[in-house]
T-cell receptor, first 111, second 111 residues
Framework: QKEVEQDPGPLSVPEGAIVSLNCTYS??????FMWYRQYSRKGPELLMYTYSSGNKEDGRFTAQVDKSSKYISLFIRDSQPSDSATYLC???????????FGKGNQVVVIP | EADIYQTPRYLVIGTGKKITLECSQT?????MYWYQQDPGMELHLIHY???????EKGDLSSESTVSRIRTEHFPLTLESARPSHTSQYLC??????????FGSGTRLTVV
């Protein structure tokens, strides 16, 4: 079993819809949770960062962490064509800075 | 504005040639990483460094080598390029537990 599972299946949504992405993980030591956005032919950029459990909101983006279920989510409200990208979840444990990445979800927002 | 720079952005080279992919960061980060990513595929860690004169192989076996003589510089070298080395190579650096900053990547094609 991989440490981080992310269903890579492409996701197409109409403009304005809510995009919901999630990852599950197996390592209970993970405490730092991140979402990266990667545009085509670019490097990933850090989108959301969360420590431990709870919610974090930044504009149209909301990140949720449920450590009891080992499940993290990213929601994008009022999706825009510019949100079309691949979204990767990533996480690490205290003292171990190497990130474990999910495979990434390709999201296409259709105008 | 990127604080981590990769050159070249694109490289087409013949089989058997020696190549060096450059990566430099201006943030003073001790930890740096090299990932390999095929189009639409997940990230694979090939090398990492936790400081000057410290380098380790990553999770994916690679015929490349790295060096870390200066904090800001983490070049990756292929002694004899082969078509199987065709991929995108991403460099990243990290401030402890605050996520990675990625470069824009080098897209390598070996013909």
């Amino acid at each position: 079993q991989k440490e981080v599972e992310q269903d890579p299946g492409p996701l197409s949504v109409p403009e304005g819809a809510i995009v919901s992405l999630n990852c599950t993980y197996s390592n209970s030591a993970f405490q730092y949770f991140m979402w990266y956005r990667q545009y085509s032919r670019k490097g990933p950029e850090l989108l959301m960062y969360t420590y431990s459990s709870g919610n974090k909101e930044d504009g149209r983006f909301t990140a949720q962490v449920d450590k009891s279920s080992k499940y993290i989510s990213l929601f994008i409200r009022d999706s825009q064509p510019s949100d079309s990208a691949t979204y990767l979840c990533a996480m690490s444990a205290r003292g171990n800075n190497r990130l474990a990445f999910g495979k990434g979800n390709q999201v296409v927002v259709i105008p | 504005e990127a604080d981590i720079y990769q050159t070249p952005r694109y490289l087409v080279i013949g089989t058997g040639k020696k190549i060096t992919l450059e990566c430099s960061q201006t943030m003073g980060h001790d930890k740096m990483y090299w990932y390999q990513q095929d189009p639409g595929m997940e990230l694979h860690l090939i090398h990492y460094s936790y400081g000057v004169n410290s380098t380790e192989k990553g999770d994916l076996s690679s015929e490349s080598t790295v060096s870390r003589i200066r904090t800001e510089h983490f070049p990756l070298t292929l002694e004899s390029a082969r078509p199987s080395h065709t991929s995108q190579y991403l460099c990243a650096s990290e401030q402890a537990n605050y996520g990675y900053t990625f470069g824009s990547g080098t897209r390598l094609t070996v013909v």
